[in-house]
């Protein structure tokens, strides 16, 4: 998996790539996103486009990251989920949990709103 | 015709990614729809992420094993862990809302709603896990 990291504002903006299914890869994002979090980022999008599928590890990594930001006020909002993403956020509820957008434009612009 | 293919990992974490490499091979070769083949490798990939980490507690003298079967209509996948077993019925339920939000989990609850049919066959010497797709 390949992450690359825009910043938009006061939003930092993950592009993930390849497929989360636990492994040294599912650490490397759970180091990204708690980087940002020690570094006082508050507001993350993670852009799944290029993620054909993730399973439960890689939804471990991205509701802990949600809950770290939560407690400090922050929020990590997912934007252009894939077919088979989505499919596993509704089979776990998570989908009620997380706000997903279509495109990363709305996700930013969510957090000036 | 059936194929059937076996294959031993140590209890190491890149177990994972080294059993997705050769399911997603296999499911290719069998000319599965895209969906079916990523229903099966999410599947795999839980399964032995349970074996290597809650079955073998990542005990390095122990191994995983993969066993997968094709026939013209069916994909049956085996995972057995070398664990001590454990008590199905004290699996939480991820789905309630104390639980919603914990980070693990979730993953048999993905594989036996990917896929047609699961089995799990905890005991002393290990965990048995048998997952079926049907084409």
């Not at chain 1, 759970?30 to 993350?44: A, F, Q």
């Not at chain 1, 802990?64 to 509820?93: H, M, P, Q």
């Not at chain 2, 073998?56 to 995983?64: F, I």
Request: hydrophobic residues 40%.
């Amino acid at each position: 998996m390949q992450i690359k990291h825009d910043v938009s504002g006061d939003v930092a903006v993950l592009h993930l790539q390849g497929k989360i299914m636990g492994g040294p890869d599912a650490t490397s994002l759970h180091e990204k996103l708690h980087e940002l979090i020690d570094n006082g980022t508050l507001s993350v999008v993670v852009d799944l486009q290029g993620v054909a599928w993730m399973n439960s590890s890689g939804l471990g990594i991205l509701i802990g990251g949600l809950s770290a930001l939560r407690k400090s006020g922050g929020d990590l909002r997912l934007a252009r989920v894939t077919d088979k993403i989505e499919e596993v956020l509704r089979i776990t509820k998570l989908d009620r949990v997380f706000d997903i957008y279509s495109n990363t434009e709305d996700a930013i612009a969510s957090y000036q709103s | 015709m059936k194929t059937v293919v076996e294959k031993r990992y140590r209890s190491r974490i890149d177990a994972v990614v080294r059993a997705e490499r050769l399911t997603d091979k296999i499911t290719k070769k069998m000319r599965l729809a895209e969906h079916e083949r990523m229903d099966i490798c999410i599947a795999v990939t839980e399964a032995i992420n349970n074996a290597v980490q809650h079955g073998n507690q990542m005990m390095a003298d122990k191994y995983v094993t993969l066993r997968i079967e094709c026939s013209d209509n069916t994909i049956r996948i085996t995972v057995c862990d070398e664990g001590e077993g454990f008590d199905l019925d004290a699996v939480a339920d991820p789905l309630t809302p104390e639980n919603l939000i914990k980070p693990n989990g979730r993953g048999l609850l993905i594989v036996k709603s990917l896929m047609d049919d699961v089995d799990v066959l905890p005991s002393t010497t290990g965990t048995e896990v048998v997952m079926v797709k049907k084409r």
